[in-house]
């Protein structure tokens, strides 16, 4: 059973970046995926951002050319840079993992994200 620990939010203003981090407490070289959701107030929880065991990545629109998903499996950690952040950025960001498409996720508490002025 993998538990993931979210770390690297905070409070910053527009324009600015910060980088996610997500360790894991057992290798995740094998997980067929791991993603970032956001869950922000009144909204659904969104996939942000996904990265396959192969290194091919998948990110929502609104995020494209501004976030870039990583991993290091050597140090069982996950990232997420977040550049040129924007207000409607703002949410709690999950880390999860998935064995293959038909298993359920492992997922993390979040790491609260707010961009403001």
């Known amino acids: 059973q993998v538990q993931f620990v979210e770390s690297g939010g905070g409070l910053v203003q527009p324009g600015e970046s910060l980088r996610l981090s997500c360790a894991a407490s057992?290798?995740?070289?094998?997980?067929?995926?791991m993603s970032w959701h956001r869950q922000a107030p009144g909204k659904q929880r969104e996939l942000v951002a996904r990265?396959?065991?192969?290194?091919?990545?998948d990110y929502v629109t609104s995020v494209k050319g501004r976030f870039i998903i990583s991993r290091d499996n050597t140090k069982n950690t996950m990232y997420l840079q977040m550049n040129s952040l924007k207000p409607e950025d703002t949410a709690v960001y999950l880390c999860?993992?998935?064995?293959?498409?038909?298993?359920?996720?492992?997922w993390g508490q979040g790491t609260q994200v707010t961009v403001s002025s």
């Open positions: 999860s993992a998935r064995e293959g498409l038909w298993h359920m996720g492992f």
């Open positions: 990265i396959f065991r192969s290194g091919s990545t």
């Open positions: 057992l290798s995740i070289s094998s997980f067929y995926d």
